[in-house]
């Protein structure tokens, strides 16, 4: 199709709140929302987040071969959506759970954050530890919240044999973005201030005395203050080190946090560490590499996105203070880290990057 028949069969917006009614909109306007009143939205749609998937339509528009496909822009609703068939694409951001859409069979395809496979990130049997025991509880825990979604895709599947149509159903992964983050002119590394920082929370929110997660902890926070522990033997052995640490009550806190002072912290970070959240996947690790620092990590899943990444990855945060000993005595080497971690964000990760890659997905479905 070309550009004046798609013109004249637009493609259509709308975002999708679980027990709410889709709201239509246009990424490729300055003012997105068709007269909603702001309050609608959840802290997801309020933040910078919502714009990075906002310039990803749009770049994808560019490049689109057709027309009239009707898209919806989910956060972690599995279960349902208010159209289904072969001119309509889901967008699941938010199901860190990596569950496989009960509607995906249903639709031309489906772009989803977080995968359908949970990862677990280490091995408990070979490298036992407390976090890598919290790890796998965690992993048999996504996994059997997922299980479902798994037989009734497969089950699915096995029924189009005998129900044969003229689409397919395929799921891509696409990465999570920027959520509380500006666009900032980037400053060259020798320019900044922190030669380390980490801006975040430690716990994903506050539990009750009784909940299991008090007593026992998360995945999350005990990786995070294995992290800090780590730091704080450092900064007393290497006081000259410029380390920021900015800690915020709970995730939705952070969503919340001044974006100008959090972006303007992390654009003056030469090395930014990155610990697990709830899910291996975090926004910070997006934000750090767009931003030309150097990413520190635990983990990261297998993903077109992440694999061959220049993030350095540690098993343990007891390797961190050799990790930036090894950086920050080599000029050369953050140089060449940081100038990688923005060619990685450009080629990869960015809002062009990924609305390229969803057309070209999408076009390839249409041939």
């Not at 709140?17 to 309020?46: A, H, R, Y």
Request: neutral net charge.
């Amino acid at each position: 199709m070309n550009n004046e028949s798609k013109n004249k069969h637009p493609n259509k917006y709308f975002v999708c709140i679980k027990n709410q009614l889709p709201v239509e909109w246009n990424p490729c306007s300055k003012e997105p929302m068709f007269g909603v009143d702001p309050t609608f939205f959840t802290t997801f749609l309020k933040s910078n987040y919502f714009t990075y998937f906002s310039k990803v339509f749009a770049e994808m528009e560019e490049h689109l071969e057709s027309g009239e496909i009707t898209f919806y822009l989910v956060w972690s609703d599995v279960k349902s959506l208010p159209t289904n068939g072969k001119n309509n694409i889901a967008i699941v951001v938010g199901d860190e759970w990596c569950r496989i859409p009960t509607y995906a069979h249903k639709l031309k395809a489906t772009f989803k954050c977080y995968g359908i496979e949970p990862t677990i990130g280490c091995n408990p049997i070979l490298n036992p530890s407390y976090l890598n025991f919290l790890a796998l509880i965690q992993f048999v825990r996504n996994w059997s919240m997922r299980l479902p979604s798994v037989v009734y895709y497969i089950l699915q599947k096995g029924l189009s044999i005998f129900l044969p149509n003229d689409f397919e159903h395929p799921i891509y992964d696409i990465p999570l973005g920027y959520a509380n983050q500006l666009d900032l002119p980037i400053k060259d590394i020798d320019q900044r201030l922190y030669d380390t920082s980490f801006l975040g929370s430690v716990s994903h929110r506050e539990y009750a005395v009784w909940s299991l997660k008090n007593w026992i902890k998360t995945p999350k926070q005990f990786s995070r203050e294995r992290m800090i522990a780590s730091l704080n033997k450092i900064i007393k052995k290497h006081p000259d080190f410029k380390v920021e640490l900015s800690f915020t009550p709970d995730f939705g806190a952070s969503l919340n946090t001044d974006a100008y002072l959090y972006s303007e912290k992390m654009m003056n970070t030469k090395i930014c560490l990155i610990p697990r959240g709830t899910s291996l996947e975090t926004f910070r690790f997006f934000e750090a590499i767009r931003y030309g620092c150097i990413a520190i990590t635990e983990a990261l899943p297998s993903r077109w996105f992440y694999d061959g990444c220049p993030a350095i990855q540690l098993t343990d945060w007891q390797e961190l203070e050799l990790a930036l000993e090894n950086l920050l005595d080599d000029h050369k080497l953050m140089q060449q880290k940081s100038q990688e971690s923005l060619n990685w964000w450009n080629t990869k990760c960015s809002e062009k990057s990924v609305g390229y890659y969803m057309a070209q997905k999408i076009n390839q479905l249409q041939e």
